[in-house]
């Protein structure tokens, strides 16, 4: 069955008990044990709860993992993955990363003896030689964020067999929709179900699929011991925007392609960040690996001043943190997600203080576009100035 169909078809998405068409909220934290000696299979909601049993199964199965988890956010699922490692362990990792990850992974971990090297993981020569003999794990994004480097997962995986190591790939920019990481060797596949999964902006959730049943076992004992679950109203609503992703991403993505092309052709704009631009250096490695370029897309418009005028003037994108939902996002990463960067060390990376990211939603494209292309021409502002000065006279 094609992947559009076993999003709505996959076991999970009837009620086992009743039929009803949508898995209920088990709104319980606990289950009545009938006989003591023969525990049933759910006996407190932290362990295990039917509606969010019914999402981690889903994901399991859309990422080709073994098992599925649930977590209250993306963070929540990243750090409990993150306590499969000990003391003495060290990760490499990709150094175009999420900021909460990166925070984590630098001051977090190492106070538990847990050391992670950054290093640019498009090159697969610094990967390996950053692997030392305490290496556990390669943990990279792709592509990344926000100038969509492409990560070659394969590489990385052949890497990390030779070594014994685990790869963990944070999938949230393309999901299982686009990419499937397990498929290409990976091992642990991780989301911020807030963004594209959920979809909506109306959740934080986080999910994680596992390729192999030991790491599956070992990873339902952190689920479990360190708490950290998705709620019963989150699990449901995860799932449910989980329904019509497929839907979203092509409609979101198709947008995606004609406004980076049209941007990319603007002279105003410096430079357009988007893997499906023939241009991008990461556009055949993604064409190779994942079956579309996904719905974010990054452009440079050379200042600060510029991307003030722009983010005042624009009409229908929020400008907020986040991304993937059905309303079109638009980001400022030298204030938002990488503000905590040195300017330098944002800089070397192309997060200019010009650079703008567009997570690209539902909206009609042309009415996106045209939105967009008045902000930075910076005619709605000499609208909005004749209308004001039509209305003293
Ligand atoms: C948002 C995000 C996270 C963190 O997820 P939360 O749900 O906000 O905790 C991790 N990785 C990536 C790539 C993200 O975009």
């Keep these: 069955m094609k992947f559009e169909t076993r999003l709505l078809h996959n076991g999970n998405e009837i ?7 949508s898995i209920p909220l088990y709104q319980a934290s606990t289950f009545h044990q009938a006989d003591v000696d023969q525990p049933g299979v759910y006996d407190y909601a932290r362990s295990g709860n039917p509606t969010r049993h019914a999402l981690e199964e889903t994901i399991a199965q859309l990422e080709g993992g073994c098992r599925g988890f649930a977590f209250a956010s993306g ?36 106070r538990m003896g847990i050391e992670a090297d ?30 969509l480097k492409v ?32 498929e290409l060797g990976a091992d642990i596949v991780i ?12 959740v934080v959730s986080g999910l994680v699929a596992v390729k192999d049943v030991d790491v599956a076992n070992r990873l339902y004992g952190l689920q479990n011991a360190l708490g950290a679950v998705l709620g019963v109203q989150d699990s449901w609503l995860t799932m449910r925007g989980l329904k019509t992703l497929a839907t979203r991403m092509e409609a979101a993505t198709a947008s995606a392609e004609r406004i980076a ?16 631009l023939p241009d991008h250096p990461g556009h055949q490695l993604q064409a190779s690996q994942a079956s579309g370029h996904g719905a974010v897309l990054s ?19 929020l400008v907020a943190v986040s991304l993937g939902a059905v309303e079109s996002i638009l980001s400022y990463p030298a204030r938002m997600s990488h503000a905590a960067m040195p300017r330098s060390e944002r800089e070397v990376r192309g997060v200019t203080e ?5 997570s690209v939603g539902l909206e009609d494209a042309g009415d996106l576009l045209e939105d967009l292309e008045q902000a930075i021409d910076g005619r709605r502002f000499v609208s909005i100035a004749s209308e004001w000065r039509a209305s003293i006279v």
């Design 15 to 21: 009620d086992p008990i009743t039929g009803a068409a």
């Design 75 to 110: 963070m929540a699922a990243i750090s409990s993955t993150l306590f499969l490692f000990s003391t003495g362990d060290h990760l490499v990792v990709s150094n175009d990363l999420y900021g909460g990850t990166f925070r984590v992974l630098t001051e977090v971990l190492p």
């Design 118 to 147: 950054f290093v640019d993981t498009t090159d697969l020569a610094a990967v390996e030689a950053a692997v030392k003999p305490h290496t556990r794990a390669i943990y990279v994004e792709t592509p990344s964020n926000p100038t």
């Design 151 to 182: 990560t070659d997962l394969r590489g990385i995986a052949e890497i990390a067999q030779r070594h014994g190591l685990l790869t963990v790939v944070d999938n949230t920019f393309l999901t299982p929709y686009f990419q499937r990481p397990l």
């Design 191 to 202: 989301h911020s179900a807030t963004k594209f999964i959920g979809g909506h902006s109306d």
């Design 261 to 276: 092309k049209a941007l990319s052709r603007h002279p105003q704009v410096k430079h357009v960040y988007y893997t499906g």
């Design 299 to 317: 452009f440079d418009l050379g200042s600060g001043e510029k991307v003030r005028e722009v983010l005042s003037q624009v009409k229908l994108p």
């Design 354 to 358: 010009g650079l703008l990211r567009l």
